[in-house]
């Protein structure tokens, strides 16, 4: 089945910096690559999503980046604010089910 | 309603028990999947039900755990003979298309917490 790492754990920035996050998936065959936001106590929420048959995505300050050779894919907040963060999931799937990684804790430093 | 409505919020039972989780999609969201989260981990995929095909229940740790949708209604998701290890956010999402072709609508889950 697919396996989904993510990477940083946890992440700390100065208001304003950039953060990223990175995933990486061993299945070939998936080809949905979405981004959840989990706020404490809400469940998660979908910020963005790419699929296989595009390089990159932007939505205002956030843009996702996937490389299906290498198989990974990136997140990238630009000019953060502290309503950023958050713990967020990347996942991977096909028709069937999603594989969610393990999530990475965004802390915002104002 | 507005959104992915689960209930109870929070649970508390005794080892051995048996505990009902209910989940109510948006409506007219033909699939429906619950997943568990335990602390400070990622989504753990359990079940996943699309219209009236069978479930996929590849993702169910033991035969302790069941679930059902009737059409594109309520689920229950039942866990009998509660373990300490159980414990977790049970977190139901609905999405309007089939497969992962549209955007997965979580409820706010439900806290299990087995003594």
């Known amino acids: 089945g697919e396996n989904v790492e993510q990477h940083p754990s946890t992440l700390s920035v100065q208001e304003g910096d950039s953060a990223v996050i990175k995933c990486t998936y061993s299945d070939s065959a998936s080809n949905y690559f979405p981004w959840y936001k989990q706020e404490l106590g809400k469940g998660p929420q979908l910020i963005i999503d790419i699929r296989s048959n595009v390089g990159e995505k932007k939505d205002q300050r956030i843009a996702v980046t996937l490389n299906k050779t290498a198989k990974h894919f990136s997140l990238h907040i630009t000019e953060t604010q502290p309503e950023d963060s958050a713990v967020y999931f990347c996942?991977?799937?096909?028709?069937?089910?999603?594989?969610f990684g393990s999530g990475t804790q965004l802390t915002v430093l104002p | 309603g507005a959104g992915v409505s689960q209930s109870p919020s929070n649970k508390v039972t005794e080892k051995g028990k048996d505990v009902e989780l209910r989940c109510d999609p948006i409506?007219?969201?033909?699939?429906l999947y619950w997943y568990r989260q335990r602390l400070g981990q990622g989504l753990e995929f359990l079940i996943y039900?699309?219209?009236?095909?069978?479930?996929?229940k590849s993702g169910l740790p033991s035969d302790r755990f069941s679930a059902e949708r009737t059409g594109e209604s309520v689920s229950t998701l039942t866990i009998q003979r509660t373990q300490q290890e159980d414990s977790a956010v049970y977190l139901c999402a609905s999405s309007y298309l089939p497969g992962f072709s549209g955007e997965l609508f979580f409820g706010e889950g439900s806290r299990l917490t087995v003594l």
């Open positions: 409506s007219g969201h033909t699939a």
């Open positions: 996942a991977a799937g096909d028709t069937g089910q999603l594989t």
């Open positions: 039900f699309q219209g009236n095909s069978a479930p996929d």
